[in-house]
């Protein structure tokens, strides 16, 4: 999606509050997908002051949004890295690498 945005438009999207938008708005077509062949993911980003309007398809999905979820993965690992998290709780810790992992597998990403 930050690709295709890229190439559109040529504005780079890099805020944190704008990826976390267009993330929910990946979510939100992941759910419609599961159900219908289509949908529109249609947004305004405020970091960038840029309208996005996007039809796709289920197979255009995992390459639209693979690199958003791509995205926020890593900013929580440099977050994580960052903070020097030594003393986490297992449970919470593993509890978001399933779903973190879960979104890799649905994404088809080779990240590790």
Same mark, same amino acid.
């Given at each position: 999606? +930050?690709?295709? &945005? *890229?190439?559109?438009?040529? /504005?780079? /999207? %890099?805020? @944190?509050?704008? @990826?976390? !938008? ?7 077509? #992941?759910? #419609? ?5 289509? @949908? %529109? ?5 405020p970091g ?12 255009? *999905?995992? /390459? ?7 995205? !926020?993965?890593?900013? $929580? *690992? ?9 003393? $986490?709780? &297992?449970? +919470?810790?593993?509890?978001?690498? !399933?779903?973190?992992?879960?979104? &890799? #597998? ?7």
């Open positions: 999606m +930050l690709q295709r &945005i *890229f190439t559109k438009t040529g /504005v780079l /999207v %890099t805020d @944190t509050r704008d @990826t976390t !938008i267009l993330r929910r708005c990946c979510e939100e077509a #992941k759910s #419609k997908l599961s159900r219908i062949p289509r @949908t %529109t993911i249609q947004t305004f980003l960038v002051h840029l309208e996005i309007e996007e039809d796709i398809s289920r197979p255009d *999905f995992e /390459v639209l949004c693979g690199d958003l979820f791509r995205s !926020i993965a890593d900013e $929580v *690992f440099i977050t994580m890295l960052n903070a020097n998290v030594r003393n $986490v709780s &297992i449970l +919470l810790l593993l509890s978001q690498l !399933i779903y973190f992992f879960k979104l &890799i #597998k649905f994404s088809n990403l080779k990240y590790f």
